[in-house]
């Protein structure tokens, strides 16, 4: 599959639109949420133009991918949202500036070590599982716990991350995860994809991770492996 730059372009700033609409709807500045591009599974090209587009925020679920798609990208923040395992997490701390699925201890311990080794502070956000439907998540009661002891270690907590249920109560799920948010700290709120990110932010996101509402669908089944 091949996408033209303008195609690219133009959804991007329908999307920049809408998201300000809603922002604003719901009394916030315009501009204060930010729009990540869920780049897996979509060629370095199309990565280009979200960026040429005014996208300056760029994700990644998988190691693999990244290595190939995110070297020497015009400037951007990269982000990590895949699942975090520990024998990948010093090439996850060498490639991505913000890693958003720290979702146990293990995970963070590994990636602070990582970053000391590298030299460089991380910033990291806490993925809670606010959904039945996701395998991964610490507990929203658990959160601020593990974000004390993540920035103990010298990471750089900057919020929370949550996934919303497929099916069910979604409103519950992002309001646990807004409350996690306001518990744990920071500047970051990572909630709302293409299916449900309007909700999000009507529920304090400040950032959507959009991939299918940008690139168009995805050409492969997801795996769930980073
Ligand atoms: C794939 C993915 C997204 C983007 O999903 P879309 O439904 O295509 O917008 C967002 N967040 C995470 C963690 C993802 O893995």
């Given at each position: 599959m091949s996408l033209a730059t303008g195609t690219v372009a133009e959804r991007v700033a329908t999307l920049r639109e809408r998201v300000d609409e809603v922002t604003v709807a719901s009394g916030r500045e315009p501009g204060s949420v930010a729009i990540l591009a869920v780049t897996k599974t979509q060629p370095r090209d199309a990565v280009l133009a979200a960026l040429d587009a005014g996208v300056r925020d760029v994700g990644e679920s998988y190691v693999q991918e990244a290595r190939r798609k995110y070297d020497?990208?015009?400037p951007c923040t990269t982000h990590f949202v895949g699942h975090v395992q520990t024998n990948k997490a010093k090439a996850i701390a060498g490639l991505?500036?913000?890693?958003?699925?720290?979702?146990?201890l293990e995970a963070g311990l590994a990636l602070a070590k990582a970053a000391r080794d590298a030299g460089r502070r991380l910033r990291v956000l806490v993925q809670v599982n606010?959904?039945?439907?996701?395998?991964?998540?610490?507990?929203p009661a658990d959160a601020p716990g593990l974000a004390a002891r993540l920035r103990d270690e010298?990471?750089?907590?900057d919020g929370v991350m949550a996934i919303g249920p497929l099916h069910g109560d979604v409103d519950a799920a992002f309001a646990a995860a807004r409350d996690a948010f306001e518990r744990v700290?920071?500047?970051?709120?990572?909630l709302g994809m293409s299916g449900d990110w309007e909700r999000a932010v009507r529920h304090g996101s400040t950032m959507v991770r959009l991939g299918t509402a940008i690139f168009g669908p995805r050409p492969v089944r997801e795996r769930s492996l980073a």
């Amino acid at each position: 599959m091949s996408l033209a730059t303008g195609t690219v372009a133009e959804r991007v700033a329908t999307l920049r639109e809408r998201v300000d609409e809603v922002t604003v709807a719901s009394g916030r500045e315009p501009g204060s949420v930010a729009i990540l591009a869920v780049t897996k599974t979509q060629p370095r090209d199309a990565v280009l133009a979200a960026l040429d587009a005014g996208v300056r925020d760029v994700g990644e679920s998988y190691v693999q991918e990244a290595r190939r798609k995110y070297d020497h990208l015009p400037p951007c923040t990269t982000h990590f949202v895949g699942h975090v395992q520990t024998n990948k997490a010093k090439a996850i701390a060498g490639l991505f500036d913000v890693v958003q699925s720290v979702d146990r201890l293990e995970a963070g311990l590994a990636l602070a070590k990582a970053a000391r080794d590298a030299g460089r502070r991380l910033r990291v956000l806490v993925q809670v599982n606010v959904s039945p439907t996701e395998r991964f998540g610490a507990a929203p009661a658990d959160a601020p716990g593990l974000a004390a002891r993540l920035r103990d270690e010298g990471l750089a907590v900057d919020g929370v991350m949550a996934i919303g249920p497929l099916h069910g109560d979604v409103d519950a799920a992002f309001a646990a995860a807004r409350d996690a948010f306001e518990r744990v700290g920071g500047t970051t709120l990572s909630l709302g994809m293409s299916g449900d990110w309007e909700r999000a932010v009507r529920h304090g996101s400040t950032m959507v991770r959009l991939g299918t509402a940008i690139f168009g669908p995805r050409p492969v089944r997801e795996r769930s492996l980073a």
